[in-house]
């Protein structure tokens, strides 16, 4: 399947077979969790952790079949996810 990363709105998109991937999280709620973790890495950690499963989840959904973390980063390199 074809996979591309566009501008959109100036935020990066991802594109799948020209249909537009449409995810994203609440800008708020990273902000509080950035304030609430303060100079904490292990929070920092936590927070980006659940951040990279939503994503997972929700392109695992969107495709339905099951993604990684490797097929994203193949899929950005080759242009086929």
Do not use: R
């Not at 920092?44 to 980063?73: N, P």
Request: hydrophobic share 45%; glycine share 4%; aromatic share 10%.
């Amino acid at each position: 399947m074809k996979f591309e990363i566009k501008k959109k709105d100036n935020k990066n998109v991802i594109f799948i077979e020209d249909i537009l991937f449409d995810w994203e999280f609440e800008l708020k709620d990273l902000e509080e969790a950035v304030m609430f973790a303060g100079n904490d890495e292990c929070i920092k950690k936590a927070i980006h952790g659940d951040i990279k499963s939503y994503l997972l989840e929700s392109l695992s959904e969107f495709l339905q079949k099951e993604v990684t973390i490797s097929d994203i980063i193949n899929a950005i390199k080759t242009g086929k996810i």
